[in-house]
């Protein structure tokens, strides 16, 4: 009994390990590695992918599927069945793109990331303009093999959010539009309400290091099952749910720099660190999608570090590892962090802009993938919506339309996954502020374990086995909407900005 | 032409892909990974090892090796041919072993690594004894397997140091030993005329990396194409020709500690920067044999770095990074470096007495394997040759015959590479003076590139493309002796020690 899932979990275990051992060598690559071993790396990190690529194609694979879904008993076990299931659905979905269009998208990717960090540089978006028609031409390609029903958009966007689709996107983006961008001009019509000035000055990099982990560790991030290092953009990445590393990076003259990006991480880590071990080794066992797992980098970055309650605890030990802090009172460092301000950067942006700078992006590869925006012309388009919703026109493309790696990667479909995430935050922690009422009252005395303890329950713990949209509607009791994003920050903002209402 | 030379080409460099990413894996175990992650890396590292296993064993990598073998272009390639010729040796090896033994072997190794840790710390030896005996009867299986002409010993010996005969060795370490151990009387009766005071004290952890750092630059060790990290025991790994990675260890108390391990490792290390790229990612582009390996690390150790030479140099340096050197003499300094005393601990001896060390492992393997010496018997006779060679009896088995963990890791027949190492390292040297005369005087300006020119030239650039006895003649004109080795050690040591003629 369960001997043929046995066989397709002994195989899946191997891909996992070798696609662990990939994720290994680019986290090495990022962190450690000397700049001479560029070409060796790339060439190895080349084949690992190649050989799990092939080990989970492969026909085996696909028979070992088949009877591991005709027993009955595996069927029956809930955790066994999503193990076959997510594997199924994997295959699938691999076995859409032929081979030789796969190559082709690698190899063009690769090419037109150069040509944009090139363009970026010398901020000439005709440098890039011809990668970026061969990356939209592609993603249609990977649409079509893909296949879709109401827009060629819910391919692409399926990816990386599986099941929601590109209408509902529109219509949660609209709601969210028309109540942010008059937000922002209220907000903008009082900035002098807020300072970040107590943010920057002098602060170690050890200090700010050693502060960072230390709050990791409170919030329950696992030292013992991870670790934190310093590479140029921070991420989190995971070779087991016993392994989830994040890194960092450090600007020794402004606060945030370091301390939010950790926080960030350390949400995306916490839900890889809590995912069920019986998923171990399989494609189950790693965060649902791109919006959930933002979710939780955005809930812990966001509404539990960015929190007056929070600050009640850490407010201390920031000034003993910090003591200029002393000199800034309690309220006046709260909003300084909760500063609000219209920029041209999007992982700059505050709370509040932060969805707008996504907006730009999601109605442009929508305009692109519907041929009503010509690549020609995306850098005016950029710079008009820029004007339109944040009232800003970047003066030139490095930090306009040239400012993300996605495109240039082919992350096509991908953007909204971040404000998806942001929603999907505030949806779930109003939930959650029901079923633990005095939830930000703990927060106060550094208790967060009642919070992890509610996101190992209803999410972590699951790992792939729900869909997205199922998984959402369990974990918050409805459909994602934007109405509880849109009611958190007028509260919040209008609160630290004294707007009234 | 060169077609099916190309397709075995293009096979083994993804093995070697997955060979080196094992060793990204197997670094990153021992410097930054959690200790929550062991279970999972070492899935990760067995996965890897098995799909590599598999695919160079497979009848595909035959089929090539013998349709690259027929191709007349190729074979005429002295170059191609090497690696054609050594790919089909690893092969043949590869094969000898019935892969039910291979499994049996790494499991019980494995079980025998964990009693032997918890036989050391309890310095019990009967707690190791049985997985000693199990080591010893896989090993005598394996030679069984691999076939030999004269000894078992052979068999063992050719995995580690291929084509040297047990034969040789003992006739080598015979000389060795009968010069050795007077001159190591001569030298404890004039023990006081060496002291090592100067080398106990108070240095700082950062200060000494820097130093080493600085050090290895200089004698030639490409920071670019590798990099430093701390571990428990030093060693020296590469995922590439141009990414070989060094580790040391640090005491803060013990200047020797970190900086000879350092240069150890950084001869190992310029040996494998130094590998010619038409090898890489083929089994010929590393280095030839552990004995040559050894011979390198020792070079740039001993002949280079415990040099009067050399420190003419280095001196200033030290002195200006640990100012309380300049309280020593030169002179006091340089013997002290050098100092010669009987100890228990291998890892830990001098250029004169390490090679008895040595001695008693090899000879004690050899009479066990012959039958003349029983598991059981082994801690009395490790302590009688201990007495007999050093002087010196292990007051427990721990600092006995439980110090070493080659033999609970199956590493039998490795131990006489450490001294074949030692030898070649001398011999290789006289001819290297010979040809560059005034070798020693460029030291005394810090000047080592035309050491490690000629080394690149002679040794380092082959790899495996030449038999080690070959290679060794090669190198050093003749076939390997312990003469320049013993005539090193009278002079140098007769002159520290004041031994007179």
Redesign the interface.
């Known amino acids: 009994m369960g001997q043929q899932f046995d066989l397709l979990k002994a195989r899946l275990?191997?891909i996992s390990?070798?696609n662990?051992?990939?994720a290994?060598?680019g986290w090495?690559q990022e962190t450690?590695?000397?700049?001479?071993?560029a070409?060796?790396?790339s060439?190895?990190l080349?084949?690992?992918s190649?050989?799990s690529h092939e080990m989970f194609v492969a026909q085996a694979t696909l028979k070992l599927l088949k009877a591991a879904a005709a027993e009955q008993d595996t069927m029956k076990n809930a955790k066994k069945a999503a193990i076959v299931n997510i594997a199924q659905q994997d295959y699938d979905r691999a076995h859409k793109l032929p081979s030789e269009f796969v190559a082709e998208m690698a190899r063009v990717n690769s090419q037109a990331t150069h040509a944009w960090i090139d363009a970026r540089r010398q901020s000439k978006f005709e440098l890039f303009a011809p990668w970026l028609k061969k990356n939209f031409d592609l993603a249609r390609r990977a649409a079509d093999y893909f296949g879709y029903q109401d827009h060629i958009y819910d391919a692409l966007l399926d990816q990386y959010e599986p099941g929601m689709k590109s209408a509902e996107v529109t219509n949660i983006f609209a709601d969210l539009r028309d109540q942010t961008v008059p937000l922002v001009k209220a907000i903008v019509a009082h900035k002098d309400r807020v300072s970040d000035d107590c943010l920057h000055g002098q602060f170690d990099k050890q200090v700010q290091e050693d502060l960072a982990k230390k709050v990791a560790t409170q919030l329950g991030y696992?030292?013992?099952?991870?670790?934190m290092?310093y590479t140029a953009h921070p991420f989190c990445t995971h070779?087991?749910?016993?392994?989830v590393r994040i890194t960092t990076r450090t600007d020794e003259t402004m606060f945030n720099t370091m301390f939010f990006s950790v926080m960030h991480e350390v949400g995306h880590a916490l839900y890889e660190q809590g995912v069920s071990h019986d998923y171990?080794?399989t494609p189950t066992g790693t965060g649902c999608s791109l919006g959930l797992h933002e979710s939780q980098s955005r809930m812990w970055e966001n509404l539990v570090c960015r929190s007056r309650e929070s600050w009640v605890h850490f407010y201390p030990q920031l000034c003993e590892a910090l003591p200029v802090f002393k000199q800034t009172p309690f309220d006046t460092f709260y909003k300084a962090i909760n500063k609000v301000e219209p920029s041209l950067i999007r992982v700059e942006a505050d709370e509040v802009t932060y969805n707008l700078h996504i907006m730009v992006r999601f109605e442009m590869e929508m305009a692109m993938l519907e041929g009503k925006l010509k690549i020609k012309d995306v850098p005016e388009a950029w710079n008009a919506k820029y004007q339109d919703y944040l009232g800003l026109t970047p003066e030139n493309d490095a930090v306009g339309c040239l400012q993300d790696v996605h495109w240039s990667g082919g992350l096509i479909g991908y953007f909204p996954t971040y404000t998806l995430g942001n929603l999907i935050s505030v949806q779930m922690f109003e939930r959650i502020k029901k079923d633990i009422p005095d939830l930000t009252e703990q927060f106060k005395r550094g208790e967060f374990s009642q919070l992890l303890a509610w996101l190992r329950k209803h999410l972590h713990q699951h790992g792939r086995r729900y869909a997205p949209t199922d998984l959402i509607k369990r974990a918050t009791g409805k459909a994602l909407t934007a109405k509880p994003y849109i009611a958190y920050l007028k509260s919040k903002f209008g609160d630290i900005y004294g707007l009234g209402g």
């Open positions: 275990n191997e390990d070798v662990h051992a990939t290994v060598l090495e450690y590695m000397p700049s001479g071993a070409k060796s790396r060439e190895q080349g084949t690992l190649k050989i696992d030292f013992n099952r991870g670790r290092d070779f087991s749910i016993d392994d171990e080794r």
